[in-house]
């Protein structure tokens, strides 16, 4: 029988790479986009990719792309939840309206969409693509690695409480990928910086630059997103998937020193590490 997944935030980096490694070994890919480019982009890539418009903060619009898929689709066999964004900057100076709007897409964004296409997943796979953020340990990217935790917890507690669909939920932690998320993310976050107090701007200017110069170049170096998809095809490839996944070293020692450390020791390296780093700029 044919196999389906329905992948969010398709548009471009992890996701549209997980919507190509799923085409190419045959499954037909329910790839969700916001654009109409987006979604001719993606199918010209695969004939069995399928675009579908979905906004994962738009109840309306998980509604409307749910019916469609629903009338068109026997069952989904896994739902990989690749949508996100990052907020970030000096925690004090972040507006709780941006912080909101992080947990609206990489938190509550995911749910909704898992609530609402659970009736037609049976014997399938969940995956989330979380990130080492989840450790909790990134300074000025307390949001982000906030709505990881948070996600990855709630969706934890799902797994037990499931009954009788024997569904597997996978968490997908990558570390530094090349994408075009680290530009978006600059480009998205430098402005509410600027537009904050003279005394913030002043206080924060060293660290908000090795921000900026650390997310541009992450576009070139840290793993590839076709990485981290390979990965995910693997997980729902598997009949006992991990409970959890990393990718690239990165990842792999983050996640493991925040495991066995203390949490002052590890404060305290994050600390020196970022002086460090910070007195190279001035």
């Not at 196999?3 to 085409?23: W, Y």
């Not at 904050?196 to 110069?213: A, G, N, Q, R, V």
Request: hydrophobic content about 40%; aromatic content about 10%.
């Amino acid at each position: 029988m044919e196999k389906t997944v329905l992948i969010t935030g398709a548009s471009s980096g992890i996701g549209k790479e997980t919507a190509k490694i799923f085409a190419e070994n045959n499954y037909k890919v329910l790839a969700c986009v916001r654009k109409k480019s987006d979604k001719y982009k993606l199918e010209k890539l695969n004939k069995n990719i399928h675009g579908i418009y979905l906004d994962v903060t738009s109840q309306s619009g998980i509604d409307k792309a749910f019916w469609y898929i629903m009338k068109n689709t026997a069952k989904i066999d896994a739902l990989i939840n690749c949508a996100g964004i990052a907020v970030a900057g000096p925690i004090e100076a972040i507006p709780i309206k941006r912080i909101k709007e992080q947990f609206e897409v990489n938190t509550f964004g995911t749910l909704a969409v898992i609530q609402k296409f659970l009736p037609l997943m049976y014997n399938g796979k969940i995956v989330y693509v979380s990130s080492m953020a989840a450790s909790g340990i990134f300074p000025f990217l307390s949001p982000y690695c906030a709505s990881k935790k948070a996600t990855d917890i709630m969706l934890n507690s799902l797994s037990n409480e499931f009954k009788n669909n024997n569904i597997k939920i996978v968490s997908i932690k990558p570390g530094c990928i090349r994408t075009p998320f680290w530009n978006k993310s600059v480009d998205n976050n430098i402005p509410n910086f600027e537009a904050s107090s003279e005394t913030i701007k002043d206080k924060y200017k060293y660290e908000m630059k090795f921000l900026e110069e650390n997310a541009r170049a992450n576009n070139y170096k840290g793993s590839l997103p076709e990485d981290v998809a390979k990965t995910i095809y693997k997980a729902v490839s598997s009949k006992n998937p991990k409970l959890s996944y990393t990718v690239g070293q990165d990842a792999f020692w983050t996640m493991f020193f925040a495991k066995i450390l203390p949490q002052n020791i590890i404060n305290s390296a994050v600390k020196f590490v970022l002086k460090k780093r910070i007195e190279k700029l001035k």
